[in-house]
C-alpha cells in the first residue's frame, strides 16, 4: 500500500523515512503549498530545462535538492515567518508521517518538535530540504506533470517576470 512505503533520506548525516500522507491530508495541505508554488517554482527556475548529457531537459524529479536549497529556503522567505513555521509543522510533525535515524544510531523514532528543533538547530537550511523531500513525496504526479513540460513552464514563468 503506498501509504505505508516511506521514501528514505538522507539530510545532515541521518536517515528520515517519509511516509506519504492521507489524501485528503494532501489535499487539505496543498491549499497552502499553491501559495508557496510561485515563488518556489520562481526559485527553482534556473534548475529546471537544462540540458542532460542524454539530451532530456531536467524537471522537477531531477533536481539536486542540496544545490537546490539555498533557492528552497528562499521560496519560504518570501512569506511570513508565521505562515512558514505553521506549514513547516504541517509537512514535518503534526502528520506524524516521518521518522528518524540519528547518525549515533539509534533505532528510528518519529518526529517530534522537540527533536525537530534539536536536529535542525543552526542548520535550518536542512529543515527546508526535508520539506521540500515531503512535498516531493506527496505531490510527485504534480511534479511529473510539470516536469513534463519543465522547458515550457519555465520559459513562460521566466517571461512573467521580466
Do not use: H
Not at 53 to 73: C, K, M, N
Amino acid at each position: 500500500m503506498k501509504q505505508f512505503e516511506p521514501k528514505q533520506v538522507t539530510i545532515g548525516g541521518n536517515v528520515f523515512y517519509i511516509f506519504p500522507f492521507p489524501a485528503f491530508k494532501a489535499s487539505n495541505l496543498s491549499g497552502e503549498l499553491a501559495a508557496l508554488a510561485i515563488p518556489l517554482l520562481g526559485s527553482l527556475a534556473p534548475f529546471l530545462g537544462v540540458k542532460k548529457p542524454d539530451g532530456s531537459e531536467t524537471s522537477l524529479l531531477d533536481i539536486d535538492v542540496e544545490d537546490a536549497a539555498p533557492a528552497i529556503a528562499g521560496a519560504f522567505n518570501s512569506i511570513s515567518g508565521d505562515k512558514v513555521e505553521s506549514l513547516m509543522k504541517k509537512l514535518l510533525i503534526t502528520g506524524k508521517n516521518i521518522t528518524v535515524e540519528l547518525e549515533d544510531g539509534e533505532e528510528p523514532q518519529r518526529l517530534t518538535e522537540d527533536l525537530a528543533n534539536e536536529l535542525f538547530c543552526g542548520e535550518v537550511q536542512n529543515m527546508f530540504i526535508l520539506a521540500f523531500e515531503v512535498i516531493r513525496v506527496n505531490f510527485a504526479g504534480f511534479f511529473r506533470k510539470l516536469g513534463g513540460q519543465s522547458g515550457a513552464v519555465v520559459e513562460k514563468f521566466m517571461k512573467q517576470m521580466k
